[in-house]
């Protein structure tokens, strides 16, 4: 089993804080889940958005598998996401009071050989937090030369 897979969005963590982090299941295809496990999956635009009370990943590209046959899938349509009822009324409600938005993390494949997505709950940054944590980023990096050194 390729457990290796994980893929993650790096814009995210930059542009968003995190309030709460949630691990969902996925609905993919046949040729969807073999072209992730080669590793062939963008995360860079990709959010959540709840169509009729159920939760869907928008702007997450999964390339087309290589060996497919006549029958292939679109890299970027919508994909299911697979929770709790409980957790999405609860996900819904805070979205649609505070102005939240829901981001992809990661994308990985569990033990048992399952596609999983990690979402989390965030509020976008503000230009002031973004130079900040650039500036502990820098700072980190220098502190890790000198140490190496």
């Not at 959010?47 to 046959?69: D, K, P, Q, T």
């Not at 596609?115 to 709950?121: C, G, P, T, Y």
Request: positive net charge; hydrophobic residues 35%.
């Amino acid at each position: 089993m390729s457990a290796g897979i994980n893929i993650k969005n790096k814009k995210a963590w930059f542009n968003y804080e995190f309030l709460e982090k949630y691990i969902t299941g996925i609905q993919l295809r046949g040729t969807e889940i073999k072209s992730l496990r080669q590793g062939k999956a963008s995360l860079t635009e990709a959010y959540c958005a709840f169509s009729n009370h159920e939760l869907f990943v928008h702007n997450m590209s999964i390339s087309e598998y290589s060996h497919r046959g006549y029958v292939s899938h679109e890299p970027m349509q919508y994909r299911k996401l697979l929770m709790k009822r409980r957790e999405l009324n609860k996900l819904e409600k805070k979205v649609n009071e505070k102005g939240l938005t829901i981001v992809v993390l990661r994308v990985f494949i569990n033990e048992k050989g399952l596609a999983k997505l990690e979402i989390a709950l965030a509020r976008g940054k503000r230009e002031y937090d973004k130079r900040e944590s650039i500036k502990k980023k820098d700072i980190n990096r220098d502190l890790d030369r000198i140490r190496t050194r």
